[in-house]
Structure formats: C-alpha cells, structure tokens
C-alpha cells in the first residue's frame, strides 16, 4: 500500500472515530428536520387579524374598505366614522387598532388623492399600504370616468388580457417556467459543491492546525513528503465528508417521510396549503403535467450529472488545496480569517453570477467568461449546463479547471512545506510568496 493511500486511511479512521463527527453526523439530521417541523407548525397557525378602522367623511370608500373583509383576512376593516377622530387616534395610541384610515371632506375628488392620512404607532407594511393605496384608486378612478360620461363597464370590458402561446420552431408546444427550472437544477449542484468545499475545506484546514500545533506533524513529516501528506489529508477528509453527507441524506429523509405518515406533519412548500387549493392546482396542473416531465428528460441529464462528478472533484480538490496551505501557515483558526476571505469571495461571486446572469442570458459573455474561470467554473458552468452548452466550452473549462488544480497543488506544497515546521508568527502574505520561493 503506498504512503498516500496510508494517509487517506489514517484521516478517514480519524475523521469517522471523531466524537464530534459523529455527534454531528447524527445529530444534524434531527436537528434539521425538527425545525422544518417547527417552521411548518407556525405556518400553520393562524396569524391574529388586525383591525383597521376607518374614518370617511366623505363616505366614498368605506364600503369598498368593508367589502375586503372575509374570514381568510389578514386585515378586518370597521366603519368607524361615526366616532370622533381624536378618540380614535387616542385608541390608536393605546393599540386597540392597528390603524387609522382617515379620509376627509373635500370639493373635489381630485383634493383626495393626497389629503388621505395613514395613522399607526407602527410602520405598516409596504404590502398593506399598496393595497389601501388601490382600493383609494380604482373607487376614484371609476367615479372619474363616470363624472365625464364615460362607461366604467364597457372600459372595462375593452381592457384586453394577452396571453401568449409558446411553442418551438419545430412546432411543438412550449411551457412556462423552463428556464427557470434549468436554473434551479443547475443551481442546486452548484450550491452543493459550494456548501461541501465551504465545510469540509474547513475541516481539512481545522485538521491540519490541529496536528501542528500538537506537533505531531514534525514526527508524521520525518516519514513522509509534505505532498504526499497534503493530498492524504484532502482525500480522506473528502471520503469522511461523503460518508457523512450519504448518512444525513438517508435520516433526514428517512426521518420526514416517518413525520408526514405517523404525525401527520406535511414537511415542505404544500404543508400551509388547504385541500382545497392543493386539489385545485392538481387540476390545473394535469394538463400540462406531461410536458413538464418531458422537457425535464429532454434536459442533458447524463451530461449534468456527469459534469457534476467532474467539477465537483476538481472544485473540492481546488479549494481544499487552498484551504491546507493556510492551515499550514498559521497557528490557529483566527489567523485564518485574512487569508480566507479571498477563497471564499469567488465562491460568493460565482453562486450571484448563476443567479442574476446565467438565467438572463446563459451564453452571454459573462456567463461563457466565468465559465471557465477555474475558481468559478464548478457553479458558473454547472448553472449553464441545463441550457445547452457545446462540447468545446466544456473541454476547455475542464481542462483549466484541473490544470489549475495541479498549479495550485504544487504552489499550496511549497507553502505546506514551509508553514507546517513554522510556530508562534502570524505570516503576512508578502511572507508567504517568499515560502514559495524556497
């Protein structure tokens, strides 16, 4: 067996014999499902309906204000303009309102449009006020147009509501939402690779700073070259890393399928909606069911999953190649934090570059240039994947993705080397380009 694959053995032993690991390996999944449980608890409850009162001197909008109210409410407005104004803002100091909507007497209903107050000890939320704002509109609106003649119902009646049919050059019929489902398959690999380089780069950082601020190190290192070292550790913190992410998969699930059948506990998007609502989105959805399902295995399946593979394991290695070389460098995890900001940002660029720019324009030239930038191309790529990409961006992508890998391998070695016999000095990054030197 050679040096390197004792190593991947030693880390992964350790790694798994961990209390913590374990602890945490169990314990997540628990902790992660009884707060999707709890979420999905207080979204159920109902949340308490707020009263608005309503002051109309006028008397043009209170009925359209009552007319709102329906048991499903969030807001229930009263008729309240019969009380005097003073006592009500009074109430309002005292919360027996949420609100006041005080609407005054005045010549004309051109004066209402900015003479209409809003009065709450709290800041309404924008959601409400545009709603208010609405109601106050269409009502003077529609006694507009009847003041100038003009007739509401067949105005109405002309206003055109477009709906576009889509379908593809071939003929075929298309849906809504494609791309949007492109990104959000593409996006979630990506944010994977994100989340397993973020926690388990750490770990591999973490490991290495233990070992030498023990100093065990400076008894391993006497046996074996500090690459062969490196690579060990990364490689068998990955191996740990995979274990523990397939065990919290098989729980968690395991775990909310027992909740949904035993308590009851629907776990997800649908647990707050009704029968009724879920029975009529099924009927709605029916039709075009079939052509969802067929554009999704239209989608390069093999292709993204086999690009997910690949750059999963050239990211991962990427990063953690980074990750043991500032463990090396210093003596502790706060030290760390100078030197990891600059890891982590093109992690942070890469998952907004999918989101706001892939999904506009997916062959765009920021799109195909972060593509292939090594450091953003594990996410950036992946999110384009969905789209269409052709086999030569890919190659390329790949091949400076790996090519960097082992720049990077050879450049974080050096560093390794140097930082890992080095104690009680917090390097500086000028120090650390001279360790490259050595």
Same mark, same amino acid.
């Given at each position: ?14 790694? /798994? ?5 374990v602890v945490m390996t ?7 499902? *009884?707060? %999707? ?29 009552? &007319?709102?109210?329906?048991?499903? +409410? ?5 008729d309240l303009s019969a ?41 309404? +939320? ?63 690999? *990506?944010?994977?690779? !994100? ?34 070292? !490196? ?26 399928? %027992? %909740?949904? /059948? ?8 649908? +647990? ?7 029975? &009529? ?32 394991? *050239?990211?991962?290695?990427?990063? +953690?190649?980074?990750? &043991? &070389? ?45 593509? !292939? ?14 789209? *269409? /990409? ?49």
């Amino acid at each position: 067996m050679s040096i390197i694959s004792l190593i991947i053995k030693r880390e992964f032993i350790a790694k /798994v014999r961990n209390k913590s690991f374990v602890v945490m390996t169990f314990l997540s999944p628990l902790l992660f499902v *009884g707060i %999707a449980g709890f979420v999905a608890y207080l979204s159920s409850m109902k949340a308490e309906t707020k009263r608005i009162a309503i002051h109309d001197k006028s008397g043009l909008f209170v009925n359209e204000f009552v &007319a709102q109210n329906d048991k499903d +409410s969030e807001y229930r407005y009263l008729d309240l303009s019969a009380i005097d104004v003073q006592a009500l803002k009074d109430s309002i100091a005292e919360e027996d309102f949420e609100a006041l909507i005080y609407i005054p007497k005045t010549n004309s209903n051109k004066d209402l449009e900015n003479k209409i107050e809003l009065i709450s000890n709290n800041s309404p +939320s924008i959601i409400f006020i545009e709603k208010a704002q609405g109601i106050i509109a269409d009502k003077l609106t529609k006694d507009n147009l009847e003041l100038a003649h003009l007739d509401t119902l067949a105005i109405k009646n002309a206003k055109a509501e477009v709906v576009l049919n889509l379908s593809k050059a071939s003929g075929e019929e298309s849906i809504r939402g494609l791309n949007e489902i492109k990104i959000a398959i593409g996006g979630a690999f *990506g944010y994977l690779i !994100m989340m397993f380089i973020i926690i388990y780069g750490n770990m591999v950082m973490r490991s290495v700073i233990e070992e030498k601020t023990n100093r065990i190190v400076e008894i391993i290192i006497s046996s074996v070259k500090p690459f062969q070292l !490196m690579m060990g550790k990364i490689i068998g913190t990955s191996l740990a890393g995979l274990l523990q992410f397939l065990i919290w998969t098989v729980i968690g699930l395991s775990l909310m399928f %027992a %909740a949904s /059948v035993f308590f009851g506990v629907n776990i997800g998007p649908a +647990s707050n909606v009704s029968p009724e609502m879920m029975h &009529a989105a099924q009927q709605e959805f029916s039709g075009t069911a079939q052509m969802y399902i067929k554009e999704i295995w239209n989608l390069p399946i093999a292709s993204i999953l086999i690009s997910f593979i690949i750059y999963f394991i *050239g990211g991962y290695f990427l990063y +953690s190649s980074f990750y &043991a &070389a500032i463990g090396a460098a210093v003596d502790n995890q706060t030290d760390s934090q100078q030197f990891l900001l600059p890891i982590i940002m093109p992690l942070m660029l890469s998952v907004y570059i999918g989101f706001f720019t892939v999904i506009n324009d997916p062959h765009g030239t920021i799109a195909v240039v972060f593509s !292939m930038i090594p450091l953003t191309s594990p996410i950036v790529m992946l999110m384009r994947i969905p789209f *269409g /990409v052709p086999w030569w961006q890919i190659a390329i992508s790949v091949s400076l993705l790996f090519g960097t890998f082992f720049g990077v391998v050879w450049f974080a070695a050096k560093i390794y080397r140097v930082g890992i016999l080095m104690y009680g000095k917090k390097p500086s990054w000028e120090e650390l380009y001279k360790w490259l030197k050595y």
